[in-house]
């Protein structure tokens, strides 16, 4: 995952892969949801950012890991 912010137009992308989008899903007026054809969500875009969240939160953040999701597999 990689956070980019734009400051120039005030939008936060959050890339979850590396798959190119091939459509949008607006879930909101202005934040939109990057989607693959098999409709696997590759990014989200959120426009006018630091009106809806605290960009320095989501620029520098802490990931909290469910132990159950990371177990090996055997």
């Known amino acids: ?9 005030d939008a936060v992308y959050i890339k979850l ?3 190119k989008p091939d459509g949008v899903i607006e879930i909101s007026e202005g934040v939109n949801l990057d989607t ?9 875009e959120i426009l006018n950012a630091s009106k809806k969240m605290n960009i320095k939160t989501i620029l520098s953040y802490e990931l909290e890991l469910d ?8």
């Open 1 to 9: 995952m990689r956070v980019y912010y734009d400051n120039e137009v």
């Open 17 to 19: 892969g590396n798959q």
């Open 36 to 44: 693959t054809s098999e409709n696997k969500i590759v990014g989200i």
């Open 67 to 74: 132990k159950k999701l990371i177990q090996k597999t055997a």
